[in-house]
């Protein structure tokens, strides 16, 4: 079974821009969880998606946010970006229940310039 | 609220050797997860092994192992006949209360670094 995969790797962007960043997860899974990670505040929780709606949302402002489509991939944005949202973004799936584990892709790792 | 905690910033283990790196938690919650992550310099955050709060006996995965002590809140993840693969960041992670779902609580993390 293929693993989770997020694209794009890498992005470039400058302060103000918008970004989109792309998570398919495994096959049959229906739970999406997106998280931020930096160096000064570890892992944070984003939001998590299940069957296209959202289930739980993290502490972070309005200019992040996302959306599950009918296939389980999600994508998340970050509007007017600012340097502070240089990170590593993970995005992690698993089948739903609040037992399951969580399999993490390999992130996209965002500079803001 | 729940936390983790991971009081080793960094480790070192000669090859071959086991080392135990250390996780403490706080919750409220009767049921919860236990949970660690391999993270190596790539970025990807690699599943190892699981503990539910019920489950009796210590997880086991191959090599890994995860010493629960409940009483304590402690869930120490024992890695045996360390490779110089083993190399990485670990976290050690909960999973939220059933309100809260999809959601991770991760730990500061630890470094090792396995000598030849």
């Known amino acids: 079974k293929a693993g989770v995969t997020q694209t794009p790797r890498y992005l470039i962007k400058t302060r103000g821009q918008q970004v989109t960043l792309s998570c398919s997860p495994i096959s049959g899974h229906r739970s999406v969880s997106w998280y931020q990670q930096t160096p000064g505040q570890g892992l944070q929780f984003l939001f998590e998606?299940?069957?296209?709606?959202?289930?739980n949302k993290g502490n972070f402002p309005g200019r992040f946010s996302g959306r599950q489509f009918s296939n389980s991939r999600s994508e998340m944005n970050v509007s007017t970006l600012e340097l502070g949202d240089s990170a590593l973004y993970l995005c992690a799936s698993s089948q739903g229940q609040d037992t399951d584990t969580q399999y993490f892709g390999p992130g996209t790792r965002l500079t803001v310039l | 609220a729940q936390k983790i905690t991971q009081t080793q910033p960094g480790m070192f283990v000669q090859e071959k050797e086991a080392v135990t790196l250390d996780c403490t938690y706080d919750t409220s919650d009767q049921s919860y997860g236990l949970f660690w992550y391999k993270q190596p310099s790539s970025g990807e955050m690699i599943f190892l092994i699981y503990?539910?709060?019920?489950?009796?006996q210590n997880a086991t995965e191959g090599r890994y192992s995860l010493n629960f002590q409940k009483a304590r809140k402690s869930a120490n993840l024992v890695i045996s006949a360390s490779q110089l693969g083993d190399s990485a960041m670990y976290f050690c992670a909960m999973r939220g209360h059933s309100s809260n779902t999809g959601k991770l609580i991760f730990g500061q993390g630890t470094t090792l670094q396995v000598k030849p």
């Open positions: 503990q539910g709060s019920y489950d009796e």
């Open positions: 998606y299940f069957s296209e709606t959202q289930r």
